[in-house]
């Protein structure tokens, strides 16, 4: 079965090209975590050796929270549990959901190419076992 953690650069450009100059954007997260956080060859400086995946992550959470209001680059919107889909293959199970927004793509990037978010990026690298992350631009109003 084939994992998702980080997005590829061929990805990345469509990102790019495709969101480049819509406004706000939200990154739709679903996650998966390990049983045990597993920080092997992952250079960090507080690993939380013994933990969860899901402790690891909400160490992440707490870190990368810091940052964006520090950075004031986008917002936490929502985050909770979930498990298998309603619609959508039953094959699929998801721990958690994540909604986070930004100001626009590009402060996206800026996030996440930051050297603040190197630092914590390994505690989510740790936490994962599989991920999806989805864009999703503000659409025209429909009524």
Same mark, same amino acid.
């Given at each position: 079965?084939?994992? #998702? ?23 739709? *997260? ?5 049983? #045990?956080?597993?920080?092997? *060859? ?7 050796? *013994? ?33 298998? #889909?309603?619609?959508?293959? $039953?094959?699929? !199970? ?11 793509? !590009? ?5 996440? *190419?930051?050297?603040? #978010? $190197? ?25």
């Amino acid at each position: 079965m084939q994992t #998702f953690i980080d997005p590829s650069e061929d990805a990345q450009m469509q990102f790019l090209s495709t969101y480049q100059q819509k406004g706000k954007i939200v990154m739709m *997260n679903l996650i998966k975590f390990k049983a #045990f956080a597993d920080y092997t *060859n992952i250079e960090i400086e507080d690993p939380q050796i *013994n933990a969860s995946g899901k402790g690891a992550y909400h160490h992440y959470l707490q870190a990368t929270g810091r940052i964006l209001k520090s950075t004031k680059v986008g917002q936490l919107l929502f985050y909770g549990k979930s498990s298998t #889909f309603l619609i959508g293959p $039953a094959t699929e !199970q998801w721990d958690a959901v994540l909604m986070v927004e930004y100001r626009s793509a !590009q402060h996206f990037l800026q996030f996440a *190419n930051s050297e603040a #978010f $190197a630092k914590v990026k390994g505690h989510r690298t740790a936490a994962i076992e599989d991920s999806r992350l989805l864009p999703i631009a503000q659409a025209k109003k429909l009524w």
